[in-house]
């Protein structure tokens, strides 16, 4: 089935500095990625979709220059952290659109932050 | 603005049980629901989807139902395991190209 990757798993950034996460599709074409966020003991929440070609749309709160998002090919969406802060740490998840399978959407597996 | 609620919050069962866990939209307009599983310190796990032509879904000890009339869908957990536990998720969609909202999940133990 569709395979949805995320890179890195875990990374740990020093205050300041800038990291980015991959999300790839591995066997189909997305068009739209989403991205998601999730605070300890809180559920998912999304932060901005992504759509090939054009700029991110960000949901109310997020602030578009410091997650800065990339949909540069079909099977490709990066969300890089700017100047990332001890309060960005996170997990971060995506999510692919296979329009094909009547518009199933897969996951990646997530990649957890450490802002220390 | 669609609102999600998981009910119980939590849930600690002796092993053997067999337990339900709700899931329920503010908005019944579901076109795809999708049940995870999330370890502590790990990824989302997919579990079960229904899509939009779907009533209910079927892995081993585990059934999802979605009733669309009320927007409320329901994990059935038969014979629950030590390693059932985790928290569930569910999370759904409401349209075609749309993002999933996601549930604040139940956070299971199955005690041996």
């Known amino acids: 089935g569709a395979v949805v990757s995320q890179h890195p798993s875990w990374v740990i950034c020093k205050s300041g500095t800038s990291v980015k996460i991959e999300c790839r599709s591995l066997d189909f074409q997305a068009t739209t990625m989403f991205w998601y966020r999730q605070f300890p003991k809180q559920s998912l929440m999304l932060m901005a979709t992504s759509n090939e070609g054009s700029k991110a749309t960000y949901e109310q709160g997020v602030e578009k220059d410091k997650f800065l998002i990339n949909h540069a090919s079909l099977t490709l969406s990066t969300l890089t952290v700017t100047s990332a802060h001890p309060e960005d740490s996170s997990f971060y998840i995506c999510?692919?659109?296979?329009?094909?399978?009547?518009?199933?959407?897969?996951f990646g597996e997530g990649s957890w932050l450490t802002v220390v | 603005k669609q609102e999600v609620t998981q009910i119980p919050a939590a849930l600690s069962v002796p092993e053997g049980e067999n337990l339900v866990l709700n899931c329920s939209f503010t908005?019944?307009?579901?076109?795809?629901l999708q049940w995870f599983r999330q370890d502590p310190g790990k990824g989302l796990t997919s579990l079960l989807l229904?899509?939009?032509?779907?009533r209910e879904q079927t892995s081993g000890r585990l059934n999802a139902s979605l009733d669309k009339s009320s927007g409320r869908s329901t994990l059935y957990i038969a014979a629950s395991q030590p390693g059932d536990s985790a928290t569930y998720l569910c999370?759904?969609?409401?349209?075609?190209?749309?993002?999933?909202?996601f549930g604040p999940g139940t956070r299971l133990s199955v005690l041996p």
């Open positions: 229904i899509q939009s032509s779907q």
């Open positions: 999510s692919a659109s296979l329009e094909s399978s009547g518009n199933t959407i897969y």
């Open positions: 908005d019944s307009a579901i076109y795809n």
């Open positions: 999370a759904g969609k409401r349209d075609y190209g749309q993002n999933f909202v």
